[in-house]
């Protein structure tokens, strides 16, 4: 299915087609429906009481071919207690909404927009519902040839949200909308395999950005070595596909205004490398660009909703592979910084790639903070599963607000510590620091790593890894890749950088 459409109409019960409505968990149905089912002699709270439903939460009741109706079929979506959604839950509902259609192969359906309880549903919330069906609504099926008819999905899905105003929720929309394209777009890129996404062909994806307005600056190979990212290039050096790094601008703020920054890990494909690694799984490592990819999404989202803040995206793009020309374990680079690093495990390539750009971003750009992704450590996972992207930081205030739009959005995070203790785990007998501090504390020496290359500037690490792929399913998300990141920074600029 291609990406469902979202519109806003004048509040009204269809005829003919799919009609979704709410019901809350004391099985009352939003006035409309209710009124509704009234002229149709009780059907639907006939269906209710026979098939048991309990409306909790995101569950639906499908009603085929209502009696007294020209309509194919009534869907209910279960409420829970209206009075206790939040913004995540619009949105899930959305996804709710969404995932049962495709399931009946619906093309076309109204929904009407009313909570339960009769209270107004805001136009942000009917947006939210918008943003849901359109996540929930992303699959990526590009390389799945023809379905055998029978069994075809519908090619789109038509989604009118019936509301109150519709001027007020399609203004409310807008700005969803930015997002679940950037969150497409950083689905998409994550998912594309190896062969077909290399560095030079992400660099590509990258510069479709300028038709939004997005400044995009690639550096190539003979730019990279000439100004010494030893660091980078070290990874690169084993793969066929030569590094690039990209910068995007998107200057929506004021003039003289320092730039916001967003760092992404962008390894096309992480073997491991000399020290490479076990099969089993190896696949998903088609997936290591998450960072960059969702620096990438978002760059896309801020630009289409034209936020008013100057930002600058950031992305390392290496392939890492074994090669009689890899980069070997005990090899000693000099970063672009200066500093110098022996290369203990060339897996832990992932601080490689970032520490130049890091350096580069904070050197050049001078930015007022920097957030980096990664999909840097398997510890991590081990930590915090995939239900939290690892957050480091050296400022609290910085950290605190991504803390917080982690909690509106639902894309959440926990803090995970630094110090100077965990920073001796990397120093190095032979160089300035070594790229691995052994298996304690992995995913902390990483971001101690990260550290030696942000000065004092305010700085945030997002240690992606559990959170970038391997996504389970949810309302939101058919599963595998979610977006992870996205929304949650998108949230973090609207809420804090836009000067309103
Ligand atoms: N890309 C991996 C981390 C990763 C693991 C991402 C699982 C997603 C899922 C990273 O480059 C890596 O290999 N890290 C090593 C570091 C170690 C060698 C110090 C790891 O976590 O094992
Ligand atoms: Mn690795
Ligand atoms: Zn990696």
């Known amino acids: 299915m291609s990406r469902p459409t979202v519109s806003f109409a004048k509040f009204a019960v269809p005829d003919a087609g799919v009609l979704v409505v709410f019901l809350a968990e004391d099985l009352a149905l939003s006035p409309t429906a209710a009124a509704f089912d009234a002229k149709i002699g009780g059907t639907l709270a006939r269906a209710v009481a026979k098939a048991a439903f309990k409306a909790k939460p995101f569950t639906t009741l499908d009603v085929v071919a209502p009696a007294g109706t020209e309509l194919d079929r009534v869907i209910l979506v279960g409420l829970g207690d209206p009075a206790k959604l939040t913004e995540k839950d619009w949105a899930r509902l ?47 099926d590009a390389y799945k040839s023809k379905k055998k008819d029978d069994d075809a999905e519908p090619k789109t899905l038509k989604a009118t949200l019936a509301v109150e105003n519709p001027s007020a929720a399609k203004k409310a929309w807008g700005a969803r909308e930015a997002v679940a394209d950037g969150s497409d777009l950083t689905r998409d890129l994550i ?11 992400f660099a590509k994806k990258a510069e479709k950005l300028e038709k939004l307005g997005v400044e995009v600056e690639v550096l190539g190979e003979k730019e990279l070595k000439k100004a010494g990212w030893n660091a980078l290039l070290g990874v690169a050096q084993g793969s ?5 790094v990209v910068i995007m601008r998107w200057n929506g703020g004021e003039k003289d205004a320092a730039p916001i920054a967003f760092v992404g890990k962008g390894v096309v494909f992480d073997s491991g490398g000399i020290s490479i690694k076990p099969a089993a799984g190896m696949e998903d490592m088609k997936g290591d660009m998450g960072g960059a990819a969702v620096v990438t999404g978002l760059m896309h989202a801020l630009a289409a909703r034209k936020a008013k803040v100057n930002v600058v995206g950031a992305i390392g793009l290496v392939e890492n592979m074994p090669d009689a020309g890899a980069q070997r374990p005990g090899d000693i680079v000099t970063s672009l910084s200066g500093q110098t690093i022996e290369v203990i495990n060339t897996d832990a390539e992932g601080r490689l790639v970032l520490c130049d750009v890091l350096w580069h971003v904070k050197e050049e750009i001078k930015p007022a903070f920097i957030v980096d992704l990664a999909t840097l450590t398997g510890a991590i996972l081990v930590a915090l599963g995939k239900l939290n992207g690892g957050l480091f930081a050296n400022d609290d205030t910085l950290a605190n607000r991504i803390t917080a739009a982690g909690l509106a959005t639902g894309e959440t995070v926990w803090r995970m510590p630094l110090s100077p203790d965990y920073d001796k785990l990397i120093d190095s007998t032979w160089a300035d620091m070594k790229n691995t501090g052994g298996r304690d504390a992995g995913s902390i020496t990483a971001a101690q790593f990260l550290k030696r290359f942000v000065g004092d500037v305010p ?34 600029v609207a809420d804090h950088y836009e000067g309103k």
């Open 240 to 244: 066929k596909r030569p590094p690039r």
């Open 191 to 201: 998912c594309e395999p190896a062969n077909v996404l290399g560095t030079e062909e």
């Open 94 to 140: 959305g996804g709710a909404v969404t995932a049962k259609l495709v399931e009946v192969k619906a093309s076309a359906a109204t929904v009407v927009v009313e909570r339960a309880d009769g209270a107004a549903v805001t136009a942000e919330e009917a947006a939210d519902i918008g943003l849901g069906i359109r996540l929930r609504g992303w699959s990526f």
């Open 459 to 492: 700085w945030a690490h997002l240690d992606i890894a559990g959170t970038a792929m391997g996504s389970p399913a949810t309302e939101l998300n058919k599963g595998w890749t979610s977006g992870w990141g996205v929304r949650l920074l998108d949230r973090l």
